[in-house]
């Protein structure tokens, strides 16, 4: 059964993972020399597309790992290691917006699934962080569908975000977007180093005592 802490963990590594304030730069590019009629459109079929993306991963991406003969604990241990170094470029290297939207620029491509859908919300960081979350061994279908859920909060608190895009950027700017992404990246960091033990642990390679029992010695 899940507890409360273990929620707010999932909770936060899908909004890190996700990041919603630094999608909105992506959404603004996006939505450039499109009528202004048409972005609530975009902004929802954008969210539709990840969603599907994400849920497919929750359901499939384990048994995808398992007709190729992988351990979960290995997938946790790279998936960690991703998505550490995603965490530093967060922190060191070009914000996210301003890398997606680089991209977007040099392949002439806008709109609702790239750069947006993918790879902005469903990012490579979320499809692995989904796939982590949600172990068939270890998790029970009640479990997994408390982390979907959480998941689809998560995106409709983008979509919310998303359609108040304008506002928002106009309060924060660019700089304010980036400074955001930073410390979610160190956060992110934090995540993705658990998940390296935990992985670790899984292979039986460490034995490490649960982040609750560590606190209260």
């Known amino acids: 059964m899940l507890d409360l802490t273990t929620i707010v963990r999932d909770f936060v590594t899908l909004l890190v993972v996700i990041d919603p304030v630094g999608t909105i730069p992506v959404y603004l590019f996006a939505v ?28 499939g991406g384990q048994a995808l790992l398992e007709v190729l003969g992988l351990r979960l604990g290995s997938f946790q241990i790279a998936g960690g290691m991703i998505l550490f170094l995603f965490a530093l470029t967060m922190i060191f290297g070009e914000s996210k917006p ?8 040099r392949d002439h491509l806008a709109g609702a699934v790239f750069p947006l859908a993918m790879p902005s919300i469903a990012s490579p960081g979320a499809m692995l962080a989904i796939v ?7 998790e029970s279908v009640y479990e997994q569908a408390v982390t979907a859920g959480l998941l689809v ?26 400074v955001i992404s930073r410390v979610m990246g160190i956060i992110l960091a934090t995540i993705a180093v658990d998940a390296i033990l935990g992985g670790l642990d899984a292979l039986n390679v ?11 010695e």
Do not use: W
């Open 32 to 59: 450039q020399g499109v009528p202004e009629k048409l972005h609530r459109r975009i902004a929802i079929r954008s969210i539709f597309i990840a969603t599907i993306i994400l849920l497919a991963f929750l359901v």
């Open 206 to 216: 460490l034995d490490i005592a649960p982040a609750t029992a560590i606190a209260t």
């Open 153 to 178: 909060l998560v995106l409709a608190i983008t979509l919310v975000l998303l359609l108040s895009a304008s506002v928002i950027h106009r309060t924060i700017g660019n700089s304010g977007a980036s």
């Open 98 to 105: 301003s890398r997606e939207i680089e991209e977007a620029e």
């Open 132 to 138: 982590v979350l949600t172990d068939n061994h270890t």
